[in-house]
């Protein structure tokens, strides 16, 4: 697929929202009391916690196109990426058996440590 088919790649915005939604996605894996979780439970997690569930919304607003595209990008860059910088969990595999219409989820495993 070329750049021209789907237009530049918005870097600047990915990480942007990265840094804006870190903050809730921490909060909640310093609260979460399990060993492994896949990239779908924690979006569940996240819809239980009024200031993440807002936070999550104001997330796929900020990119800017319809729902769908913006959660391909929430669930499939933005979300994993704040998992994968985060010194609490470590990637445990992709979890093919999760239902996730936006992207691959994974498993994440809980190693601790504090941000």
Not at 36 to 44: A, G, H, N
Not at 58 to 85: A, N, Y
């Amino acid at each position: 697929m070329s750049e021209q088919a789907f237009g530049p790649l918005k870097k600047d915005n990915v990480d942007a929202l990265i840094e804006f939604l870190a903050p809730y996605v921490d909060g909640i894996l310093a609260r979460i009391d399990v060993e492994e979780f896949t990239t779908v439970q924690l979006i569940d997690a996240m819809q239980t916690d009024p200031a993440a569930e807002a936070a999550y919304l104001e997330t796929v607003r900020r990119w800017g196109e319809d729902e769908v595209s913006s959660k391909l990008v929430v669930h499939g860059q933005v979300i994993p990426t704040i998992l994968r910088m985060s010194p609490r969990v470590e990637w445990a595999g992709f979890a093919y058996d999760e239902h996730d219409p936006y992207a691959v989820p994974a498993w994440w495993k809980m190693i601790g440590g504090d941000r």
